[in-house]
């Protein structure tokens, strides 16, 4: 007979916390059954992916990296999700506060200030609220639905950049590449760890996290979203505002995102380029829903993630695969974790003979 | 303006918007069940490079469609297990399908950036074709554009003049009632959403294989994410799904013919192509802005889960 799902009385709290434990094993045994179907040795396949990514300091360096841009964003995305507000262009936020931020150091390429760069953080952090206050405006103005006019921005942000970079932004020396200058020292930001790539826009993230945890679980305001995104009507009839719920969803997860944008550009990259952004604003929402739209969850996905990243990288070196696996399994680890959150709600029963 | 410059201009467009009908409609029945499939980009891009793949080492076009038609319904199969079986969230699961299926489309993709297939013939109906302007325009083209209106009369007939197409409404509009009745709500919702998903397959493979003969990755470029605005555009009416895809494919040619024309206009290439966007934007601020015309059309139980035994 076939095992049949039944209601349990009350949500299994250790489902809640397990299910994303059980979408990684299924994740795992996925990418094991796929390296073999690729005709690779699945368990050299699996140590290329998973381990030698972050076998040493530098690796590990290399890991943080990436994972800070999807700690900044995924914060901010889970404070709308958590009240329902779902904001989907993220990747275009990015890199409006990548524009911002290169506005601002390509102005001051001059000058030695130790002012140009909290300029850029803010210009960053600016450009990409910009960008989200349009779906905002038009939510609270229009009730146009916000999914998809944000993420049609993305694809004007992308555009944006492309011209950017090719026409008024484009280095004079840089061979024709779309590519503004290398910034100037005073533009970059501090190396956290002397011989790594990792800067102190780790520490930012960190930072972002808590505030998070505080903002989500002990703000009077958080508790406000949460009931918005729960119970609509409830929150109607205590009379909290849902345009200060859209407004500070969106504003925040784009200021955010901003913010990880300018990190890139004033970290790893130097430059804005036609490419900024390696789809970090879309890997942000895995992360917020596999890290439980809880910061201490955020902070355990998106090392997940940014692991899946550089296994897609070392995949394309070692294994002659296109690192485009990366984003392979982070699709199918959200759908494990979706699949598997069944098992909060109801249990697996074996279905009785008699009927 | 000389005929054959408005004839190519009309026949690009109505090439432009026909992927997006397809899409579109297909979505359109499966939200009509309540049934909220986002991950149409994902679905598009898994059939454009199904379609592009299965048509390279076969030779014909009309495999690589049947293939990207399968494709796109083992994808929404898929999801339909995790929403409608596991009952998750609907959003989150079409999301988490977009992603991967942009993903896996790449991954499969490439090693065929490079290839080319040879253009296909359109196919010329006889008599109606020698009408001037819009005879070349609306019968010389490819047989996927007669088969987007085909669809469409058959999607107005199923939904409004069958009694399939009724039960299928009456699943969207209360499910408890339907279920109560004793239709299987889940069956039908599994069905809407594997036609949707078909659909979803086959206007990617118009992509790979009619619009540009070619794979290269991220070239569905939003259009499965334009079909999903175009549904609410419509109001869930399906003629109205033609007549949007036909304007949006009107913007996106466009662009291009201002680009390509000579015109002593100084726009840069990015804001012409960023066009198409914008103009979805300003059609859903257009269309959300009365609140009843999208309460009254939309189906009731969009998006919410149905457990019969709950």
Same mark, same amino acid.
């Given at each position: 007979?076939?095992?049949?799902?039944?209601?349990?009385?009350?949500?299994?709290?250790?489902?809640?916390?397990?299910?994303?434990?059980?979408?990684?094993?299924?994740?795992?045994?996925?990418?094991?059954?796929?390296?073999?179907?690729?005709?690779?040795?699945?368990?050299?396949?699996?140590?290329?992916?998973?381990?030698?990514?972050?076998?040493?300091?530098?690796?590990?360096?290399?890991?943080?990296?990436?994972?800070?841009?999807?700690?900044?964003?995924?914060?901010?995305?889970?404070?709308?999700?958590?009240?329902?507000?779902?904001?989907?262009?993220?990747?275009?936020?990015?890199?409006?506060?990548?524009?911002?931020?290169?506005?601002?150091?390509?102005?001051?390429?001059?000058?030695?200030?130790?002012?140009?760069?909290?300029?850029?953080?803010?210009?960053?952090?600016?450009?990409?609220?910009?960008?989200?206050?349009?779906?905002?405006?038009?939510?609270?103005?229009?009730?146009?639905?916000?999914?998809?006019?944000?993420?049609?921005?993305?694809?004007?942000?992308?555009?944006?950049?492309?011209?950017?970079?090719?026409?008024?932004?484009?280095?004079?020396?840089?061979?024709?590449?779309?590519?503004?200058?290398?910034?100037?020292?005073?533009?970059?930001?501090?190396?956290?760890?002397?011989?790594?790539?990792?800067? @102190? #826009?780790?520490?930012?993230?960190? !930072?972002?996290?808590? *505030?998070?945890?505080?903002?989500?679980?002990? +703000?009077?305001? =958080? /508790?406000?979203?949460?009931?918005?995104?729960?119970?609509?009507?409830?929150?109607?009839?205590?009379?909290?505002?849902?345009?200060?719920?859209?407004?500070?969803?969106?504003?925040?997860?784009?200021?955010?995102?901003? @913010? #990880?944008?300018?990190?890139?550009? !004033?970290?790893?990259? *130097?430059?804005?380029?036609?490419?900024?952004? +390696?789809?970090? =604003? /879309?890997?942000?929402?895995?992360?917020?829903?596999?890290?439980?739209?809880?910061?201490?969850?955020?902070?355990?996905?998106?090392?997940?993630?940014?692991?899946?990243?550089?296994?897609?990288?070392?995949?394309?070196?070692?294994?002659?695969?296109?690192?485009?696996?990366?984003?392979?399994?982070?699709?199918?680890?959200?759908?494990?974790?979706?699949?598997?959150?069944?098992?909060?709600?109801?249990?697996?029963?074996?279905?009785?003979?008699?009927? | 303006?000389?005929?054959?410059?408005?004839?190519?201009?009309?026949?690009?467009?109505?090439?432009?918007?026909?992927?997006?009908?397809?899409?579109?409609?297909?979505?359109?029945?499966?939200?009509?069940?309540?049934?909220?499939?986002?991950?149409?980009?994902?679905?598009?891009?898994?059939?454009?490079?199904?379609?592009?793949?299965?048509?390279?080492?076969?030779?014909?076009?009309?495999?690589?469609?049947?293939?990207?038609?399968?494709?796109?319904?083992?994808?929404?199969?898929?999801?339909?297990?995790?929403?409608?079986?596991?009952?998750?969230?609907?959003?989150?699961?079409?999301?988490?399908?977009?992603?991967?299926?942009?993903?896996?489309?790449?991954?499969?993709?490439?090693?065929?950036?490079?290839?080319?297939?040879?253009?296909?013939?359109?196919?010329?109906?006889?008599?109606?074709?020698?009408?001037?302007?819009?005879?070349?325009?609306?019968?010389?083209?490819?047989?996927?554009?007669?088969?987007?209106?085909?669809?469409?009369?058959?999607?107005?007939?199923?939904?409004?003049?069958?009694?399939?197409?009724?039960?299928?409404?009456?699943?969207?509009?209360?499910?408890?009632?339907?279920?109560?009745?004793?239709?299987?709500?889940?069956?039908?919702?599994?069905?809407?959403?594997?036609?949707?998903?078909?659909?979803?397959?086959?206007?990617?493979?118009?992509?790979?294989?009619?619009?540009?003969?070619?794979?290269?990755?991220?070239?569905?470029?939003?259009?499965?994410?334009?079909?999903?605005?175009?549904?609410?555009?419509?109001?869930?009416?399906?003629?109205?799904?033609?007549?949007?895809?036909?304007?949006?494919?009107?913007?996106?040619?466009?662009?291009?013919?201002?680009?390509?024309?000579?015109?002593?206009?100084?726009?840069?290439?990015?804001?012409?192509?960023?066009?198409?966007?914008?103009?979805?934007?300003?059609?859903?601020?257009?269309?959300?802005?009365?609140?009843?015309?999208?309460?009254?059309?939309?189906?009731?139980?969009?998006?919410?889960?149905?457990?019969?035994?709950?």
């Amino acid at each position: 007979m076939l095992p049949r799902l039944e209601a349990r009385a009350e949500a299994s709290n250790a489902m809640r916390y397990g299910s994303p434990l059980l979408a990684v094993g299924l994740t795992l045994i996925g990418g094991l059954v796929l390296f073999y179907l690729l005709g690779r040795n699945p368990l050299h396949g699996f140590r290329v992916f998973f381990f030698d990514p972050v076998h040493d300091l530098y690796g590990i360096s290399e890991l943080l990296l990436k994972a800070t841009p999807l700690m900044l964003i995924a914060t901010g995305l889970a404070v709308g999700f958590r009240a329902n507000v779902w904001n989907i262009g993220a990747e275009g936020q990015f890199l409006m506060g990548a524009v911002g931020a290169t506005g601002v150091a390509l102005l001051f390429q001059n000058s030695q200030s130790a002012l140009v760069l909290p300029l850029m953080l803010i210009a960053g952090a600016i450009g990409g609220a910009v960008w989200a206050a349009i779906p905002a405006a038009l939510k609270t103005r229009f009730n146009t639905n916000e999914i998809l006019t944000s993420l049609m921005l993305v694809y004007v942000a992308q555009l944006l950049v492309s011209w950017l970079v090719f026409g008024p932004w484009k280095d004079p020396q840089g061979f024709n590449f779309p590519q503004t200058i290398m910034f100037g020292n005073n533009a970059l930001l501090p190396i956290l760890i002397p011989g790594t790539r990792l800067t @102190i #826009a780790f520490l930012i993230a960190i !930072a972002v996290l808590i *505030g998070g945890y505080v903002f989500m679980n002990r +703000s009077y305001m =958080g /508790f406000q979203m949460q009931v918005a995104g729960q119970a609509e009507a409830a929150a109607r009839y205590a009379g909290y505002s849902s345009v200060r719920t859209v407004w500070v969803s969106l504003l925040t997860g784009g200021a955010l995102a901003g @913010i #990880a944008g300018m990190a890139e550009v !004033a970290g790893p990259m *130097g430059q804005l380029t036609d490419h900024a952004s +390696s789809g970090y =604003g /879309f890997a942000a929402i895995i992360v917020a829903f596999i890290g439980r739209l809880n910061p201490i969850g955020i902070f355990f996905a998106s090392l997940l993630m940014a692991l899946l990243y550089m296994g897609g990288e070392q995949a394309q070196q070692h294994l002659n695969l296109p690192p485009a696996i990366g984003q392979v399994f982070q699709g199918m680890l959200l759908f494990f974790l979706l699949g598997a959150d069944v098992f909060i709600n109801y249990r697996l029963r074996r279905a009785s003979l008699a009927k | 303006m000389d005929t054959t410059i408005l004839t190519s201009i009309f026949s690009a467009s109505i090439v432009a918007g026909t992927p997006l009908i397809i899409a579109a409609l297909g979505e359109l029945v499966t939200e009509k069940s309540g049934v909220l499939n986002l991950g149409l980009e994902g679905l598009m891009s898994i059939g454009a490079i199904t379609g592009f793949v299965v048509t390279n080492h076969s030779g014909s076009p009309v495999l690589g469609v049947l293939a990207a038609m399968i494709a796109g319904m083992a994808a929404s199969l898929v999801f339909a297990i995790i929403v409608l079986n596991l009952t998750a969230n609907q959003v989150a699961t079409g999301l988490a399908l977009a992603i991967f299926g942009v993903g896996l489309a790449a991954f499969v993709g490439k090693p065929y950036e490079s290839v080319a297939l040879p253009p296909i013939e359109p196919l010329h109906i006889p008599l109606l074709s020698s009408i001037p302007v819009i005879g070349p325009a609306l019968f010389q083209q490819q047989w996927l554009v007669y088969f987007s209106w085909l669809l469409c009369a058959g999607v107005i007939w199923f939904l409004y003049r069958s009694r399939p197409g009724l039960v299928l409404r009456a699943v969207g509009e209360s499910p408890t009632s339907a279920h109560a009745v004793g239709y299987s709500v889940l069956t039908i919702r599994y069905l809407a959403t594997m036609f949707g998903g078909a659909m979803a397959g086959i206007g990617g493979a118009f992509m790979s294989l009619f619009y540009t003969p070619m794979w290269s990755e991220g070239m569905v470029a939003g259009r499965g994410w334009i079909a999903l605005a175009l549904v609410v555009f419509a109001t869930w009416r399906p003629l109205r799904v033609l007549i949007g895809a036909y304007l949006f494919g009107g913007v996106m040619i466009a662009q291009l013919f201002v680009q390509g024309s000579g015109l002593p206009i100084e726009i840069p290439s990015q804001f012409l192509s960023a066009l198409p966007y914008l103009a979805t934007v300003v059609v859903l601020v257009i269309i959300s802005r009365n609140l009843n015309t999208i309460r009254l059309n939309s189906p009731v139980s969009l998006g919410q889960s149905f457990r019969p035994d709950a």
